[in-house]
């Protein structure tokens, strides 16, 4: 998957590979939303732009309720997820967003 997808887009395309029992993934298409890409099936998500749209973390910091929402999501739904190999937003911010005490309780 990939951004620029409309929903109709999106889920025509994950109908279709479910019914072939193919995987899919990649990014979540902003009229798409991380919920609804991974309700449909989506088993990775890469980036993070996703996540952090679904949080409401892209202008300001996530809280750690915001974080441990997407992280259940996360794990409800089996996905993977994968960090930025290229950014559009600096990933000095992005880190920001990130309390340490959150992410401490993710660490296996």
Known sequence: MHEGLTVAEYDSMALTANDLGMPYG??????????HALQAGQQT???????????????????EAQIRRAVNLS????????????????????????????????RA
């Open 75 to 106: 794990l409800e739904t089996g996905v993977w997820t994968g960090f930025p190999t290229c950014s559009l937003i600096p990933i000095p911010k992005r880190l920001k967003s990130w309390p340490t005490t959150a992410c401490a309780t993710w």
């Open 45 to 63: 998500v890469d980036h993070l732009e996703g996540c952090l749209e679904f949080m409401g973390a892209m202008e300001s910091p996530a809280t």
């Open 26 to 35: 990649g990014h979540i298409p902003n009229e798409v939303g991380l919920k």
